[in-house]
């Protein structure tokens, strides 16, 4: 039963803290996807890798960082820099080719107090 | 820079009506067009989707319309039924190997029964 599974559904935190989204995948998909989800503003993009230990900055990449240590896993850290964390997080993940579809996870409903 | 414009914000439709959503782009670096449809709280799921050296496709209830001189695309929705209401959006890939989408702002649609 391949998909993206992220975690948790819901998370919340201090402001000051960081902390650490989770997003595994077993569709065996090279390319990783970090967005954040607001309303009325779309699905901007944070962060995205092609290739393991590679990642790329997207257009809103200040306040987070990424690792990419294997091609299943792909976690956000929302740093303390970050001024407006609260959000819901979507990881998605692609196959190389033409349409380079992607699939996305389930969401993490972050809130930062 | 929002080079994806999306309208209308929210919509709504009779059961059994037409419900048409309609982007724009700014950017001619764009070589494929999907359609993402969201439930809440849940992760967005690729609806349908076009390349640009098509004017039109069709799946089931669902089309998407291609004006590449206009730069314009739009989804119909034909016999919207209650179980369509959902957040839509429409995105386009970057011309190259990266497989970044640029996403629109989101409709969020209700069919009423």
Redesign the interface.
């Known amino acids: 039963d391949g998909g ?1 599974t ?1 975690s948790p559904k819901y998370l919340f935190r201090k402001e000051g803290q960081n902390v650490t989204l989770s997003c595994e995948q077993n569709l065996n998909h090279d ?1 990783m996807y970090w ?1 954040r989800q607001d309303p ?6 944070i962060y ?1 890798s ?1 290739i393991v230990n590679d990642f ?1 900055k ?1 257009d809103i990449a200040e306040g987070y960082s990424v690792s990419r240590e294997k091609k299943e896993s792909f976690p956000l850290t929302v740093t303390s820099a970050q001024k407006n964390p609260t959000a819901f997080y ?1 990881c ?1 993940s ?1 196959i ?1 080719g ?10 993490t409903r972050l809130t930062v107090t | 820079q929002q080079q994806v414009k999306q309208s209308p914000q929210s919509l709504i439709v009779q059961k059994g009506g037409i419900s048409i959503i309609n982007c724009a782009y700014e950017n001619t670096a764009f070589d494929y067009f999907p359609w993402y449809q969201q439930f809440p709280g849940k992760g967005p799921a690729l609806l349908i989707a076009i390349r640009p050296d098509v004017s039109e496709k069709k799946e089931g209830r669902f089309t998407i319309s291609f004006n590449k001189s206009a730069k314009q695309f739009s989804l119909h929705i034909m016999d919207s039924q209650p179980g369509d209401s959902a957040t839509y959006f429409c995105a386009a890939r970057k011309t190259g190997n990266t497989g970044k989408l640029i996403f629109g702002q989101g409709t969020t649609l209700q069919v009423k029964p």
Request: proline share 7%; net charge neutral.
């Open positions: 993206i992220q390319a967005y009325g503003q779309g699905l901007r993009l995205y092609q790329q997207g979507l998605a692609s190389p033409v349409t380079y579809e992607q699939y996305f996870g389930p969401g």
